[in-house]
DNA sequence: CGGGGCTCATTACTCTTGCTAACGAAATCG
DNA sequence: CGATTTCGTTAGCAAGAGTAATGAGCCCCG
């Protein structure tokens, strides 16, 4: 294990980081969150489903991350490693191995870069465009099953959450 | 939920500088199921949020496992770790290196279990139930910074979607 | 020009976190 | 009382992601 740490003692009331408001702010401050729990329930929520997500992955064995790159490169064309690594918030290491992985299963190919040598563009080989077009109507068993069993309406609000979620998860 | 219809929306927007690709663009089909990408969207965007809740975590050196444990005693009571593995989805020896970590720390106790001597009880200590108190209102700063961003709405549609989100975790 | 400094991708290593298998102790059922 | 089941734990392993260091290549500035 590491250091225990113990945990002496504990500001009880922790006094508010609350940031000093700028002056020519007509709209409430809002300094309290407007809604109690959120924040605890969405971080427990998104563990335990991201959890479960790794876990459940049947048999498309593509990792979680895998399959972001083969969707981001599905959706904005060829790029560079580092492109997909700030794309996707993981450090450049991380997205070499990710690409690796995908090479290895010829999902995706290195292209030089025409004009830096340094640089390489990963695009997706026609057999990973074409599990991309069969993930997206087939994907994942386990998830695709529960969003059926959802009622329209709360589908409706997972896509907007979806909307929300990506760009909390980008910012 | 079979869908028969190609989905074939990938809109070409190349960043690199050579964009001579396959460039034509097919009628966009847009026969539209119930949800189109929903599968995949949610499944980025809670993968991404996962991980960068999990880097982000700032100075409350609690993991995503260990808060969640944390929050379900506040809110359930004791529980046997049997118990919080089943409802954090996770297997037993996962629950017993996170109670231990917990314990470590001195924020939860083991007690003995009043009828069963195999079993324990899994109580907050006086410190863990003081952490929870203070991050219900502090928790992790990136979040509750980024939700304090959202929209009313939005916050509210989240809420939302965190119940759901809640349920298909645990089914 | 040409060198210093930067960027890009990769390698090497570590850490965290979750799993399965196996095990000892205790309850329960026959 | 013995067999079986259940509970928690230990041991070992694998996946995923991060940091540090490295080498190749670009580019600016003197």
Redesign the pocket.
Known sequence: ??NPDPVEKMDQQTPAPEPPEHADRPAPPEPEPSTPGLEADLRVAV?RLA??L??Q?PDT??????GAVLFALARHGRM??????DHE?????????????LEERALVR?EP?P????????DLTEQGRALVRQDTRRREAWLAQRLAELEPGERETLREAAEILDRLSRS
């Open positions: 294990m590491r563990g959890r479960r790794r876990a992955r064995s593509l990792s979680l991350g895998q560079t490693p580092r492109a997909l690594a918030k993981v450090q450049p290491p991380s997205m070499t191995r990710i690409i690796g992985a290195r870069h004009q830096d040598r340094r640089q390489h563009l990963v």
